[in-house]
């Protein structure tokens, strides 16, 4: 927002400009100072990228090709729209972030370097699922608390197998509640069968739900079912735990 006031400051819902900040009629200009201050808003400019005529961005680009926020503008035409503008690959310029992590959460992954625009794409997914989250002070501060570390020494005093257990009685709650919400009734050999077969599966102390989904998701007893698990975790098969003991 610009203000008429000659003070710039943060609310928590907003970003207030004094108005020197204000920018010319231009898109260009426009998309200059959202980038700049309000970090990208894909969705928002996938519209406008398909109100306009390609020609545009590239006229918009070549004015200025190796400014910051023209490259920006031509890499993100070019990712969202699967196409690409009649520009020659640049040869000169500094590399620079796509997204801002003054404003946005980007990919905690090595960047993907394009050559073409200069530009180290960070973003955090794909062209098809890229969701941007804004930082606040509330976000950082929650960072700042370490949750996944407290987690692991929560994690840590538990033994495997009550850990194991835990994460199939949640699949198996979770896959009734599915049934439930869709009118069905599951089948004889459902997976949900196999966990309340006595929980022996969590004797071996598997404690990966995607494991466990990969082994339920099979019509096989619960010895089968143990031995698949050991395979898994190439371990030897144990012996049978009695159900209720860890």
Known sequence: MISQKHKRYTTGDWNVFTPRYMPGDSLMEHLTFALKYEGIDLALLKKLFQKLESSEITALVAREPTGQYSRKTWFLYEWLMDKKL??????????VDLVDETIQFASGNQPEISKRHRIRNNLPGTRDFCPLIRKTLVLEEYMKLDLPQKIKNIIGRIHPDVMARTAAFLLLKDSKASYAIEGERPP???????????????????????????????????????????????????????????
């Open 188 to 246: 004889q050999k459902n997976y949900g069968e196999l966990f309340e077969d006595g929980v022996e599966i969590a004797g071996v102390g598997l404690s990966d739900p995607v494991q466990l989904f990969e082994v339920s998701d099979q019509e096989m007893d619960v010895e089968k079912a143990r031995a698949r698990i050991c395979e898994l975790r190439k371990v030897d098969l144990p012996p049978r735990i009695i159900q209720g003991q860890v």
């Open 86 to 95: 009649d520009l020659p690959d640049l040869i000169t310029g500094n590399y």
